[in-house]
């Protein structure tokens, strides 16, 4: 079974730093893997998606990811941070063993300091 | 044009009432979803439905029962409500089940059960 884990349910960043999200997948099968961003009161919105194809992925506002296998890894960067990045970013993964099940982590609240 | 709408956005209602959630997602899409977020951010999926056909259904009283009317449809009614059933509630839509399609979300339904 699939399962994601991030480490850090929140970072705290200046603005204008990097900003680094870390996530962790289990899948015995290479999976699909998401991240999207939860911003007050709203729903998620996708940022990115791993699906096969070039290991690093470039999603909206700048945000980045890179697929490693080998570590089984779904980091999400971003160069330097906007006060706007401030919200609950969520990994997600995806793979047959699961059905169309996608699973969940936990989240990371990202904030941003003046 | 809100592409996945459910109302109402907030619900407050004693407990043992029975209440409903509704959405709708105008996107044409094949595949519609319930996810509870708990108040830790946890996000878990309840139901997925697939052309009308409910293809998820995880372990969740069954108290809690979907009903897909169409494709562009997917309420969940609450029987019973208890304390625990407080939380924010998702509706989402994708294109098809596949694993690697993004899901667009609804802004949540928070519901508050005294």
């Known amino acids: 079974a699939q399962s994601v884990t991030q480490l850090g349910s929140h970072v705290s960043v200046s603005e204008g730093a990097l900003v680094l999200l870390r996530c962790n997948y289990s899948?015995?099968?290479?999976?699909?893997l998401f991240w999207y961003v939860q911003y007050p009161n709203q729903g998620l919105q996708l940022l990115l998606k791993?699906?096969?194809?070039?290991?690093l992925v470039k999603g909206i506002n700048g945000f980045e990811a890179e697929f490693k296998k080998s570590e089984t890894s779904f980091h999400l960067t971003k160069p330097s941070a906007h006060m706007s990045d401030a919200a609950e970013y969520f990994c997600?993964?995806?793979?047959?063993?699961?059905?169309?099940?996608?699973?969940f982590g936990a989240g990371t609240r990202l904030f941003v300091k003046a | 044009d809100t592409a996945v709408s459910q109302t109402p956005k907030y619900l407050v209602t004693q407990m043992g009432n029975d209440k409903s959630i509704k959405c709708e997602q105008n996107?044409?899409?094949?595949?519609m979803y319930w996810y509870k977020q708990d108040s830790k951010k946890f996000l878990k999926i309840m139901f997925s439905?697939?052309?009308?056909?409910?293809?998820i259904n995880e372990t969740v009283p069954n108290r809690f029962s979907p009903k897909s009317p169409d494709k562009a449809h997917l309420n969940l009614h609450i029987n019973s409500l208890e304390l625990g059933d407080s939380a924010v509630y998702f509706c989402?839509?994708?294109?098809?089940?596949?694993?690697?399609?993004?899901?667009?979300f609804g802004q949540g339904t928070r519901l508050t059960v005294v």
């Open positions: 989402a839509s994708s294109l098809r089940p596949d694993m690697n399609t993004e899901a667009f």
């Open positions: 899948s015995s099968v290479p999976p699909y």
């Open positions: 791993y699906t096969s194809a070039a290991t």
């Open positions: 997600a993964v995806s793979d047959r063993g699961g059905g169309f099940k996608t699973i």
């Open positions: 996107l044409g899409h094949d595949t």
């Open positions: 439905y697939n052309n009308k056909e409910l293809i």
